[in-house]
C-alpha cells in the first residue's frame, strides 16, 4: 500500500509481487469504487468520453463542515510555516511513510523539504491536513494537497496534487485512509478544484500509466553493504567500483548551475519541451523560480549556456530524498538524487545526464534515481543505471483517459 522506496531488483519477490498486481484488477475496492475514478470494469470500453467523470457541483452544495473522525481524534489544519508544526510533520513521515517492500529502507524527507514541498506558488494552507490525538495533540496521520496546472493533451486543468498521505503504524486498517482522501477532497472542491493527480506503489482503479524506478550507482560499495544492491554475477567489489567510476567534473563547455536571472530562459525551455507530452505540468515563471531554482539540499538544477551565443539550450535537475537505513549498524542514511525534469536541444541528452550523474557524486550522493518517464529511457542503459523493483503508478482523480499511456508519454513528476 506504498509508493516504493525502490532498490535494485533482483529478487523473486518482486515477481511474485507483479503477479498479485496483475491479479489485483480483480480486488474490490470498497471505497475507491464509489469514487469518481477510471474503474477496473471500464478498461477499454471507448464509449467513454475522455475529460471529467463528473461535473463540479455549486459550492453551496460542498458539504461545509468536516467530515467525521473517530471520537479520540480531531482535524488540525498544519501550518508549515511554523517550525514546530513542521518538526511534527517531519517526526511522523520519518517514522510511519513508504519503506521498500521488505521493509529495509523509509523515505526520510527533509523539513526543508518539506517546507518547499508545501508551499508553491497559491498554496492553501487548508490543504496541509492533519490528525490528532484529541488528549495528548500528538499528530497520526496526514495528507497534504498543493494546487497546480496540469495539461491533459490540449487542455490545461486546475488540480490539486495529493501527497504525503500517511497513517502511524499504530493505526493503520481502520479505514483512517478514506476518511483523509475525502476530507482533503472537500478542501479542494471548497476552491473550486474538481481534479487531482497523485502516485502511488499500489494498484488502484486505475492507473493512467505505471512507471518504474531506475538506479545509477554513485556509491556502490556502500549501496551493498547496506543491501540496496548486490555484487553482479562474476564482479568484485574493486572492479564494480571501477564500472561506476565517473569523471571529477562536468564535461559539457558552459554547464553550470542555474541562477534567478536564468528563470525566463529556463521557463521558455521547459515549456517547448513539456509540450509534446500527453500529461504534463503548465510551468509559469513563477512555478519554475519555485520548483526549480537551487535550493541547498532540496533541488538542484544546471543548465548549458553556449559560450558563443550565451543562449541557454540545455537543462538538468534532480531532487534530495535521502531515505533511513533501517537496522544498519554502520549507516543511517542513504542520499538519494531525483532525476526532476531535464530539456536537452543542443548537448546530447546522454551527456547532460552523465554531467548531471557527476555533479551528484561530487555532491556525495549515493545513487541518482529516475523514472522512465519522458526521454530517460533513452540514457537509463548506457549510463548504466539498473531496473528497481519499485512500481510507481500514476492517477487522476476525476479526469478519465480512454487509453494508458506509456511512461514516455508522460512529463509529470511528483515529488
Ligand atoms: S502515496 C503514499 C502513501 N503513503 C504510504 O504508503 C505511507 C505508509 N502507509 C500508510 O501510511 C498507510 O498504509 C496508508 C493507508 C495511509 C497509505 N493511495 O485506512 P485504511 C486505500 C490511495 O484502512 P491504511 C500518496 O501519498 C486502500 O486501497 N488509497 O488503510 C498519494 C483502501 O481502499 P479500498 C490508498 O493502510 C495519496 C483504503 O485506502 C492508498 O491504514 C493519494 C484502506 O484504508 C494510497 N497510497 O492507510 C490519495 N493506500 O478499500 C488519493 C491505501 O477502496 C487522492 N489506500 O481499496 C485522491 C484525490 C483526492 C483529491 C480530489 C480533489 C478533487
Redesign the pocket.
Given at each position: 500500500?506504498?509508493?516504493p522506496v525502490s532498490k535494485e531488483d533482483s529478487s523473486l519477490e518482486t515477481i511474485v509481487r507483479r503477479f498479485q498486481d496483475s491479479m489485483s484488477v480483480s480486488k474490490r475496492?470498497?471505497?475507491?469504487?464509489t469514487q469518481p475514478v477510471g474503474q477496473f470494469k471500464d478498461v477499454g470500453d471507448s464509449s467513454l468520453r475522455e475529460g471529467p467523470i463528473e461535473p463540479p457541483t455549486p459550492l453551496s452544495e460542498v458539504k461545509p463542515e468536516p467530515y467525521n473522525l473517530p471520537s479520540p481524534y480531531e482535524w488540525a489544519t498544519c501550518d508549515m510555516e511554523s517550525e514546530e508544526t513542521c518538526n511534527e510533520v517531519y517526526t511522523l513521515l520519518m517514522n510511519?511513510?513508504?519503506?521498500d517492500d521488505e521493509n529495509m529502507f523509509r523515505f526520510n524527507y527533509s523539513k526543508e523539504f518539506l517546507s518547499w514541498a508545501l508551499r508553491p506558488p497559491g498554496y492553501f494552507k487548508s490543504w496541509h491536513i492533519g490528525v490528532r490525538a484529541k488528549v495528548s495533540k500528538k499528530l497520526v496521520a496526514f495528507?497534504t494537497?498543493i494546487p497546480a496546472r496540469i495539461r491533459v493533451r490540449d487542455e490545461v486543468v486546475k488540480m490539486?496534487e495529493?501527497?504525503?498521505?500517511?497513517?502511524h503504524k499504530k493505526?493503520?486498517?481502520?479505514?483512517?485512509?478514506?476518511v483523509m482522501?475525502k476530507e482533503?477532497?472537500r478542501r479542494?472542491?471548497l476552491e473550486n478544484?474538481?481534479?487531482?493527480a497523485?502516485?502511488?506503489?499500489?494498484v488502484?482503479p486505475t492507473p493512467i500509466t505505471t512507471c518504474q524506478y531506475w538506479h545509477r550507482s554513485l556509491n556502490p560499495k556502500k549501496l551493498i553493504d547496506v543491501g540496496f544492491s548486490r555484487l553482479g554475477a562474476r564482479m568484485t567489489m574493486s572492479r564494480t567500483v571501477k564500472l561506476y567510476k565517473l569523471p571529477d567534473s562536468p564535461v559539457t563547455p558552459g554547464f553550470r548551475k542555474m541562477e534567478l536571472r536564468d528563470v525566463p530562459a529556463v521557463t521558455r525551455l521547459l515549456r517547448n519541451y513539456l509540450s509534446q507530452f500527453v500529461v504534463a505540468p503548465d510551468f509559469d515563471e513563477d512555478d519554475v523560480q519555485h520548483w526549480l531554482l537551487p535550493f541547498e539540499s532540496v533541488v538542484d538544477s544546471y543548465l548549458v549556456e553556449s559560450p558563443e551565443t550565451h543562449e541557454i539550450t540545455d537543462f538538468c535537475s534532480f531532487y534530495t530524498l535521502p531515505s533511513s537505513i533501517l537496522g544498519n549498524q554502520t549507516y543511517s542514511t542513504l542520499k538519494a538524487a531525483y532525476s526532476y525534469y531535464n530539456v536537452a536541444t543542443k548537448t546530447p541528452l546522454l551527456q547532460l545526464m552523465n554531467d548531471a550523474l557527476i555533479v551528484a557524486k561530487q555532491k556525495d550522493f549515493d545513487v541518482f534515481n529516475a523514472l522512465d518517464v519522458m526521454e530517460n529511457e533513452s540514457f537509463l542503459k548506457e549510463l548504466k543505471f539498473g531496473p528497481g523493483d519499485g512500481q510507481l503508478h500514476y492517477y487522476l482523480?476525476?479526469y478519465r483517459i480512454r487509453n494508458e499511456l506509456k511512461p514516455s508519454e508522460l512529463g509529470l513528476v511528483l515529488l
Open positions: 500500500d506504498r509508493k475496492h470498497a471505497f475507491w469504487e510511519n511513510y513508504v519503506e495528507i494537497g490539486a495529493i501527497n504525503f498521505l500517511c497513517v493505526l493503520r486498517s481502520k479505514r483512517l485512509a478514506p482522501i482533503v477532497t479542494v472542491h478544484i474538481w481534479q487531482a497523485y502516485t502511488a506503489g499500489v488502484l482523480y476525476n
